[in-house]
């Protein structure tokens, strides 16, 4: 009976012994992988292009596990809104070599334009020459960057507000809307739409609806798919001028509003940026924030004096808090009430 019991314990103790050696011998075979976050933007450049035939790309940073269109159109378009000509799925992210046929509505064209997103709002464009002795529809368009803004032109009360816009990303239809003062035209109600063609500047004339005649201030705003918007309010009386950004106080002979781009990063290390149209004689704070914050609250990283105002560069640190961030928000803002936000990728750049 004793020995019964005592071959069975030891069966058991071997068994487990060979499940514990099968299974580190298994741990050892398989090749060892760490997770990592996906960080920086898709890039492609153009490969090989066979005349009126295919286009190749040399795509690099895919995310993983994404699905993109593939979409192409006239060069200056960025794409955008251009013929499907394929789809195709990341996999498990990183380079991929594809080729895409060139669809019949723009063979002969000189220029064409070819981009790639995916429905998390991944994107990347680029151009190439079909044939450089075709039809030319327009010259290659740069990369967009900067902050859409929008200025008040006229005002006639009750009736209608002409806007101009500046910095305006190319090939989007913003929807325009005016609300109550102080709601930035967030959820206001639309008046019209805009079609922001080559973009830059525009100008446009909107009608005051019908609930909000007789409001002593209007805020109008219009946005656009991909994340781009504008704002600004106007005082409901006949004129003509530019409203200075809510809250803010005005100074004499400036007009619009401050905004800055992104022109180089230091992974962990510091931005560049490039200003425009900043109002003169004011102390800016710097702050850098979690993205997505705006900056607002976010750590001080310097001052900026104006000056005389208008266009100027300069460069920060970034704060020990927010390195090994992948995204990070920027933020300038003065004593009168005058801001400017953008955000930047973590990594080198150019």
Avoid at 13 to 18: A, E, H, T
Avoid at 64 to 82: A, E, L, S, Y
Avoid at 157 to 178: H, I, L, Q
Avoid at 314 to 323: G, M, R, V, W, Y
């Amino acid at each position: 009976m004793n020995q019964t019991i005592a071959l069975k314990s030891g069966w058991t103790v071997l068994r487990r012994m060979i499940t514990l050696l099968v299974i580190s011998v298994l741990a050892l075979a398989l090749p060892l992988t760490t997770a990592q976050a996906y960080s920086g933007y898709p890039t492609f450049d153009i490969s090989e292009v066979k005349k009126d035939q295919s286009v190749t790309i040399q795509i690099k940073n895919l995310p993983p596990n994404q699905t993109f269109t593939v979409r192409m159109n006239k060069i200056g378009t960025k794409g955008v809104g251009g013929e499907v000509v394929g789809t195709f799925n990341s996999e498990s992210g990183g380079s991929k070599k594809l080729t895409f046929d060139i669809p019949a509505s723009l063979k002969g064209l000189k220029l064409i334009a070819i981009r790639i997103e995916s429905p998390q709002g991944y994107f990347a464009y680029n151009w190439f020459t079909n044939d450089p002795a075709g039809a030319d529809t327009g010259t290659p368009s740069k990369p967009y960057s900067g902050i859409p803004t929008v200025d008040i032109v006229s005002v006639t009360k009750d009736n209608e507000v002409k806007v101009r816009t500046n910095n305006f990303p190319a090939g989007k239809t913003f929807t325009v809307r005016m609300g109550e003062y102080g709601t930035k035209g967030v959820n206001g109600t639309v008046v019209g739409s805009l079609d922001s063609g080559s973009g830059g500047k525009l100008e446009a004339t909107f009608k005051i609806p019908d609930g909000l005649k007789g409001k002593d201030r209007i805020a109008i705003r219009l946005e656009a798919s991909g994340g781009y918007f504008a704002y600004n309010w106007f005082y409901n009386s006949t004129g003509t001028g530019t409203t200075p950004p809510p809250g803010t106080t005005p100074t004499p002979g400036y007009s619009g509003i401050p905004t800055f781009s992104i022109k180089a990063v230091v992974r962990d290390g510091k931005v560049t940026i490039s200003a425009k149209n900043f109002p003169a004689d004011q102390t800016f704070t710097v702050r850098m924030g979690a993205y997505g914050t705006k900056g607002v609250n976010g750590v001080v990283v310097g001052t900026k004096e104006t000056g005389s105002g208008g266009s100027f560069e300069a460069t920060f640190d970034i704060p020990e808090s927010l390195k090994g961030s992948q995204r990070i928000a920027i933020r300038m803002d003065s004593p009168q009430g005058f801001y400017a936000y953008n955000w930047f990728w973590n990594n080198t750049y150019p």
